[in-house]
């Protein structure tokens, strides 16, 4: 993937990541996947509204939904997860590497 479609990915992602109640559901999928009725039984939320946060979860690409007879599934994609937490522990890497090096301010 070209290094701009990895940033807006991750852009997305960590825009996705920064409301509480999409990092919600992605703590609930961590025991496994669910249907969106078990998800949305866990929010006092419209349906139109949950299913916003689930379109933005999808497009971030943290979570992937099937459908299964007349329920859509969804599963966590750890694996943008763990590319998001390297990108962050590689960030915080370098800043400390470099306030070592100068020193404090």
Request: aromatic share 4%.
């Given at each position: ?17 920064g409301d509480p109640t999409r990092r919600s559901i992605l703590k609930m ?77």
């Amino acid at each position: 993937m070209p290094k701009d479609e990895e940033m807006r990915a991750g852009t997305s992602a960590f825009a996705a990541l920064g409301d509480p109640t999409r990092r919600s559901i992605l703590k609930m999928l961590r025991g496994g996947s669910k249907t969106a009725g078990e998800i949305a039984e866990a929010f006092h939320l419209t349906k139109p509204t949950l299913s916003h946060h689930f379109r933005v979860l999808r497009s971030a690409g943290l979570v992937r939904s099937e459908r299964r007879g007349t329920s859509i599934v969804y599963t966590l994609q750890t694996n943008v997860l763990e590319d998001l937490a390297t990108e962050l522990y590689e960030l915080a890497s370098t800043t400390t590497h470099r306030s070592r090096v100068r020193g404090p301010a």
